[in-house]
């Protein structure tokens, strides 16, 4: 089933047949996070789906925590940082950029 997707995060989309409605969870924060989403429409599911993430979005920055920032930390063995260092020195880019794009390709195998 598709996902709804609003300013960068995704939201499952389910459907209770005892209820006779749409539900959902924004996909991918916190553990300590849960956006959850419903409606007997799909305007309805996802105007709810966008509300939640708005106001997380303002809880965040009243609260001062950063949302999806586009900063990544990733460790990884220091043989590994060397051969990603030497891989991108030899093809004219950068560590970044080979990270960026190692991702980006397997993403898209997944999906």
Not at 5 to 14: A, P, R, V
Not at 27 to 48: F, P
């Amino acid at each position: 089933m598709k996902k709804l997707e609003y300013k960068g995060y995704l939201g499952s989309i389910e459907y209770s047949k005892e209820d006779n409605c749409f539900f959902g969870e924004v996909l991918g924060l916190n553990k300590e996070i849960c956006i959850t989403y419903e409606g007997v429409t799909a305007d309805e599911l996802y105007n709810d789906f966008t509300a939640g993430i708005e106001h997380y979005l303002d809880d965040c920055q009243r609260e001062g925590i950063k949302p999806y920032n586009g900063i990544l930390y990733v460790r990884v063995p220091v043989e590994t940082h060397s051969r990603i260092a030497m891989y991108a020195e030899n093809h004219g880019t950068s560590i970044d950029a080979f990270v960026r794009e190692s991702i980006e390709r397997r993403l898209e195998v997944v999906n």
